[in-house]
């Protein structure tokens, strides 16, 4: 695996420049262009247009880029594990939704470190789409995530049922519609099964003028700006300054710990801990 090469073209594509490249690698530029070189001989594929003014990635480029970061993170990993203290005894790599860190995500990963020190921890914040990847090459062996891709070499575990709340700071009283078409309401993308509720459910709804991809980010700006959103319940159960409004339409989506068999093995603590965090 050439891990210089591929360290040197993440490098390229975040400073936009071969020369800026050098500089943060502290090499020469003729170093870079041996490098970027190699890899495209080896690839094939042209990944850069270069340019007096920069650089720009190419199709090949653009495909190859996500690749790159995958096998920079993995290799990352490996360095990690292979150098952990000697007490270590099991090593748990968890990928976690964005919108199940808060409580469900910290508190599993909380538990196993006040429980079993002894367990080496990382976590990794992503889309369900990067659950899925991760887990199907071996960057995370479990995942708390909605909606999972099962496989032979993995098995899922029930964790909760999300239920999805209108929530809103503006003054319509309980016609949940008048909250829904008010300029202040916040489409938060609550996964793929929560969009085709919502699009049944409210098929002459006009798109908002603000969307976010995670729950939580919608929340974070109902707290600065105030308006109305569909949000899971226990995110707001305690926020004081916003109403949920208990006559609007309700989903649902489930949320799953998803761990690869062959790992979780090597983890007599996955079902006290998954009892504990259930239990909550």
């Not at 594990?81 to 005894?89: Q, R, V």
């Not at 998803?258 to 996955?270: D, F, I, K, Q, T």
Request: negative net charge.
């Amino acid at each position: 695996m050439q891990l210089a090469a591929i360290e040197t073209f993440l490098i390229i594509v975040e400073t936009g420049s071969l020369t800026r490249a050098a500089e943060r690698l502290n090499v020469t530029q003729s170093t870079v262009n041996a490098r970027l070189n190699g890899l495209e001989d080896t690839l094939g594929q042209k990944l850069f247009t270069r340019r007096k003014s920069g650089t720009e990635l190419t199709y090949a480029g653009f495909s190859f880029e996500r690749h790159a970061q995958l096998m920079s993170d993995v290799w990352s990993l490996a360095r990690r594990e292979s150098s952990l203290p000697p007490d270590t005894t099991s090593v748990c790599n968890i990928g976690c939704h964005w919108d199940l860190w808060p409580g469900l995500g910290k508190s599993f990963l909380d538990s196993i470190a006040v429980t079993h020190p002894d367990v080496a921890l990382s976590a990794w914040p992503g889309e369900q789409r990067d659950m899925d990847h991760w887990l199907d090459i071996g960057l995370v062996d479990a995942a708390i995530c909605f909606s999972p891709t099962v496989h032979d070499n993995t098995a899922a575990h029930h964790l909760i049922e999300d239920e999805l709340v209108l929530v809103s700071t503006l003054r319509h009283q309980d016609d949940y519609a008048a909250h829904m078409h008010d300029a202040a309401f916040v489409y938060a993308d609550n996964g793929e099964e929560f969009r085709r509720q919502y699009a049944a459910t409210f098929p002459d709804n006009r798109n908002p003028a603000i969307t976010f991809g995670c729950a939580a980010w919608a929340l974070e700006h109902m707290r600065t700006h105030g308006g109305a959103a569909y949000l899971p319940r226990r995110l707001v159960t305690n926020e004081g300054w916003a109403t949920i409004l208990e006559t609007a339409p309700q989903f649902r989506r489930a949320a799953s710990l998803v761990v690869n068999h062959r790992v979780a093995r090597e983890w007599p603590w996955l079902t006290p801990i998954l009892e504990k965090v259930m239990a909550a």
